[in-house]
């Protein structure tokens, strides 16, 4: 029917994840306990998918009322918990902005070169902005 949420070439999410934040000094061994969750988590949200894509989002029951796919509330569940860890993580285009390890670098302008300023990262300029 529809088509499968399956990664290419056997790579997961999470597997994607890890290589990101490898390659960033971002992840240490401590993180393998929200990877595990983030992997946990992600296989449930594609068999939940997979399972609504081929059954549909309603069924009939005996008594003929049409209720949604018991698999729906595990999609909402397991979807709320990637999208947070991957959000921790930074991993997503907004919570990147937060993080100073994944930010990109500003230059400096010319005027703050004359005076030898340096410029403050995004994640502080954004947060002192709003203390005031």
């Not at 992600?42 to 008594?63: C, P, R, S, W």
């Not at 991957?86 to 670098?105: D, F, N, V």
């Amino acid at each position: 029917m529809g088509k499968k949420a399956t990664c290419k070439k056997n790579e997961t999410l999470p597997d994607k994840a890890i290589k990101l934040l490898s390659s960033s000094k971002v992840y240490s061994k401590y993180d393998e306990m929200a990877m595990e969750i983030l992997r946990a988590h992600h296989a449930m949200f594609v068999k939940a998918n997979d399972a609504i894509t081929e059954d549909g989002l309603y069924q009939i029951a005996e008594n003929g009322a049409q209720n949604r796919h018991v698999a729906y509330d595990v999609l909402q569940q397991s979807s709320r918990v990637v999208l947070a860890i991957l959000k921790e993580y930074g991993l997503t285009a907004k919570a990147r902005l937060y993080l100073p390890q994944l930010a990109p670098e500003k230059k400096q302008s010319k005027l703050d070169e004359f005076f030898g300023k340096e410029k403050e990262s995004a994640y502080v300029e954004t947060f002192a902005k709003n203390d005031r």
